[in-house]
Each structure stands twice: as structure tokens, then as C-alpha cells.
């Protein structure tokens, strides 16, 4: 069975600076890869995804995530972070192509904290 | 577009009542819809899948008879927690995806908390 691990369940960073997020899966096949956004009172909105091809895909908000096969990782990356940029963040990893039917496994989540 | 509404985004019910909670696509029609439950500090588990006018389809462990799910409308999928105990309090989040969309694209409503006392 697919899983997914945040090693970091609340991480803390200083506006302007780097931020990284981990992801790791754990699935047979060629993964799908998500990164989700969850704001208080709001929806979870999708970031970015990974299907295939480029292995450094960009998404909304300035976030770019990287696919490392070797690793099993799919870590979200932005340069520089905003204020509105704390959230929780949720890595997620689909089973199956594309197509009818398709679930995904969620990981445990990152509480992302910027201090000003 | 595409907006997700869930009602209520609180409830508090009494052990061994019924509590229904309600998803609405308000800008799309939504012939799939999702039911999540999340813990706290934990992930998002999905519960079960429903197609418009079809029984819907649950997880393994999920009990049918106790999270009922109803998708009468295209825009409006239900969820009823029948007998609930505290155990059930949790967080519970619908997605939906419109026809046309991708397999993996869905759409989030912003969750219900349930407190059962």
C-alpha cells in the first residue's frame, strides 16, 4: 500500500527567507505527486502536482516541488516566504493513472509558522 | 470557480443522536464527490466516494451503516453520522470533482468539525 511521511510535522521560518518542506512516498509504481495548502477556515487548494516529465515542476503561490526517484521525495520549495504563506501543507500521492477512480493518500501534514 | 461549501463548520451533538452534514458545489456540477476524515496531527483518510444517483462506495473499515452518504443532486452530496459517539468527533471534509475534470482533480470544501458529548 501507497503512504506518505512529513517528517516535519511544525516548522517555523523568518519572512523572506528559504523554505523546504519534505515529502516522502512510499508506492510501487510511477508515482503522482501532490502538494496541498490548507488555510484556517478554507479548503485544501492545490499547489502543484507532479505526473511526469520535467522532474521540477512549479506551482501557485511561488512554490516549486522536485521529484526525486532515488530518494522517494517530493519536496516543496519556495525562495522566499510571505506572512500569508503560514498554513498547514499536505503531501499526497495518487494511486493509478489518471483516469476514473483515482484516490489519494495524504500525508500527516506540516504546520508552516512565519515569523515576522 | 470551482468552490466547495460545507455546512455546518461546527456542530456539538449529544452521544447516540444523527448529525447530518451537508457539501455543495456552488459554481460546478459535481458528479463525484469525496468524504475525508482527519484526526488531529493526522492525515486525511478518505471514507468513501459517491457518484451522483449511485450508492456510494466505502473504504475498507468504514462503517455503511453508520456514515451514510447520500448524493441526490449533482450539486449536493450529504453525510450523515447516525448514532454518533464521541469516537466519531472528528474533522470531516467533502471534495468534488465536476465532469470533464481530470482523476485527480477535486475540489476541497473547508471541513466540519464534529464534537460528540
Known amino acids: 500500500a501507497q503512504s506518505v511521511t512529513q517528517p516535519d510535522i511544525h516548522i517555523t521560518v523568518s519572512e523572506g527567507a528559504s523554505l523546504e518542506l519534505r515529502c516522502n512516498y512510499s508506492y510501487g509504481a510511477t508515482p503522482y505527486l501532490f502538494w496541498y495548502v490548507q488555510s484556517p477556515g478554507q479548503g485544501l487548494q492545490l499547489l502543484l502536482k507532479y505526473f511526469s516529465g520535467d522532474t521540477l515542476v512549479q506551482g501557485i503561490k511561488g512554490f516549486e516541488a522536485e521529484f526525486k526517484r532515488s530518494q522517494s521525495s517530493f519536496n516543496l520549495r519556495k525562495p522566499s516566504v510571505h506572512w500569508s504563506d503560514a498554513a498547514e501543507y499536505f503531501c499526497?500521492?495518487?494511486?493509478?493513472?489518471?483516469?476514473?477512480?483515482?484516490?489519494?493518500?495524504f500525508g500527516t501534514g506540516t504546520q508552516l509558522k512565519v515569523e515576522l | 470557480g470551482a468552490v466547495v461549501s460545507q455546512h455546518p463548520s461546527r456542530v456539538i451533538c449529544k452521544s447516540g443522536t444523527s448529525v447530518k452534514i451537508e457539501c455543495r458545489s456552488l459554481d460546478f456540477q459535481a458528479t463525484t464527490m469525496f468524504w475525508y476524515r482527519q484526526f488531529p496531527k493526522q492525515s486525511l483518510m478518505l471514507m468513501a466516494t459517491?457518484?451522483?444517483?449511485?450508492?456510494?462506495?466505502?473504504e475498507q473499515g468504514v462503517e455503511k451503516d453508520k456514515f451514510l452518504i447520500n448524493h441526490a443532486s449533482l450539486t449536493l452530496s450529504t453525510l450523515t453520522v447516525t448514532s454518533a459517539h464521541p469516537e466519531d468527533s472528528s474533522f470531516y471534509i467533502c471534495?468534488?470533482?465536476?465532469?470533464?475534470?481530470?482523476?485527480?482533480?477535486?475540489?476541497f470544501g473547508p471541513g466540519t468539525r464534529l464534537t460528540v458529548t
Open positions: 471534495s468534488a470533482r465536476g465532469p470533464g475534470q481530470g482523476g485527480y482533480e477535486q475540489y
Open positions: 499526497a500521492v495518487g494511486e493509478g493513472a489518471p483516469g476514473g477512480g483515482n484516490k489519494l493518500t
Open positions: 459517491s457518484n451522483e444517483g449511485s450508492k456510494a462506495t466505502y
